[in-house]
Each structure stands twice: as C-alpha cells, then as structure tokens.
C-alpha cells in the first residue's frame, strides 16, 4: 500500500516528502479553504515537491462545470488529478475527462457499487471515506475489503484510495483489506513513526554508550 497526504498545506507535504514514503497527495475544498491560500498557486507548489498523483477537487455541481473546471487544472501539471464527487453529474464528468486521458479520483464513495460505477465510467482512482463511515456505525474497512475484492473478481485496474483516515489503526487496516493506497492526514504519520519501545531503546543505547566513553 502506498502513502499519499491529506492536506493542503505545504509545509506538511514537504515534512513528508522528507522522510521519504509519499508517492502523492490529496486535497479538498475544505482543506483548501482552511489554508486560506490561492488553489492554483498551492497546486504549483505541491507539483514541485511530490513526483506523483495530486488531487485538485472540482466544486460545480453539473458535469459541463466539472470539465470547465478540471482542464486548466489539469494543464498545471501531468501529475494533477481531478477529484470529482460521486454523482449521476460526476460520472458523466469522469467518463468525458477519460476520454480526454485526464485521470479522476472519484470521491465521497460510501458504497461498493458507487465505487463500481466511478470505475466504469473511467476513473484512476475511487476515494472510499472510512472514517466518515466510522463516524455513523458502519464499519469503514469492510467497505474497502468489498472493492478490493469485487475489482480483484473483475481484474478492474482502477485504484483505491483508503480516504477518511483517522487513525494510525485505520492505516493497518486498510493495507490489510487491500486498499492499493491510503491518504493520511500529517498528525497520523506522527502518530504512526512512534513507538515507546523505539524510544527507550534509543535511551538505553545511548546510556550504555556514554558508560562506554566514560571507561
Ligand atoms: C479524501 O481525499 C478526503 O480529502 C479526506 O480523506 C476526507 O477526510 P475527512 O473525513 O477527515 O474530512
């Protein structure tokens, strides 16, 4: 399973970026919005960082307004994909931005056949939101767990995306029910690195080791 980042924010990317496990980055309107910065200036910074696949979210409602959207964010950078949500109007944005050879990830999926459907009609990826799922009592992961194995059963190429993460078991989780990738916000990867054995480990070498100096 691969690591993208959930977040706008470019100091955060970069911190990732940095310790070396990122192969992209997710973003939404309302992680833009919390930014508080110019959409297609962030998009153009983000490019620059991460060698991958950058969602960039559309915000109209119809299909046309979707595609309107979606080309000159996808003149940006060969990298960017467009996030479109998934709706009778999305489907036909994705299928119409496919023909185009404009990848999308499919977002807000909280069913399987939602995610069939964004597959058919052409996306790169689907976006299924676990946590989200978690939030109402409905177990996120066996949502991922059903569409690796319907697009396993149906040698369907389109990518999962574990969206909604919110916690370092959900990361688990998500690799072990076949989720090709999880979009994980920055607090996660901190909580993820840590362990508290790794950290007194640490200590009691570098005690030892200064004992060793002192002889
Ligand atoms: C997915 O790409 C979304 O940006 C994101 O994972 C939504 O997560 P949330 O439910 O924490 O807002």
Redesign the pocket.
């Known amino acids: 399973m691969k690591f993208f980042i ?1 977040t706008a924010n470019v100091d955060e990317i970069r911190r990732a970026a940095e310790m070396g496990i990122l192969s992209g980055v ?1 973003t ?1 309107p ?2 833009v919005a919390k930014e508080g910065r110019d959409f297609v200036q962030v998009l153009k910074e983000i490019v620059e960082i991460v060698d991958g696949p950058i ?1 960039a979210e559309v915000v109209s409602l119809d299909a046309k307004g979707m595609v309107e959207e979606a080309l000159p964010l996808a003149e940006i950078h060969k990298n960017i994909v467009i996030k479109v949500p998934m709706t009778v109007e999305g489907l036909k944005a994705v299928h119409q931005l496919a023909q185009r050879g404009i990848r999308t990830n499919v ?1 807000l999926i909280f069913s399987a056949n939602q995610a069939l459907m964004a597959a058919r009609a052409g996306a790169a990826f689907v ?1 299924p ?1 676990i ?2 799922l978690d939030d109402i009592s409905v177990d996120g992961v066996e949502l991922i767990a059903d569409i690796a194995q319907i697009f396993d059963i149906h040698g369907i190429e389109t990518e999962i995306i574990a ?4 916690h370092p078991m959900h990361v688990t989780q998500a690799a072990k029910a076949g989720a090709h990738i999880a ?1 994980i916000p920055f607090a996660v990867y901190d909580q993820m690195v840590k362990h508290p054995l790794t950290d007194r480990g640490i200590e009691r070498f570098l005690a030892d080791w200064s004992k060793l100096q002192k002889k």
Request: charged share 20%; proline share 0%; hydrophobic share 25%.
């Open positions: 959930d997710t939404n309302s992680l969602s977002t976006s939101f946590g989200r969206a909604s993460v919110r979009t």
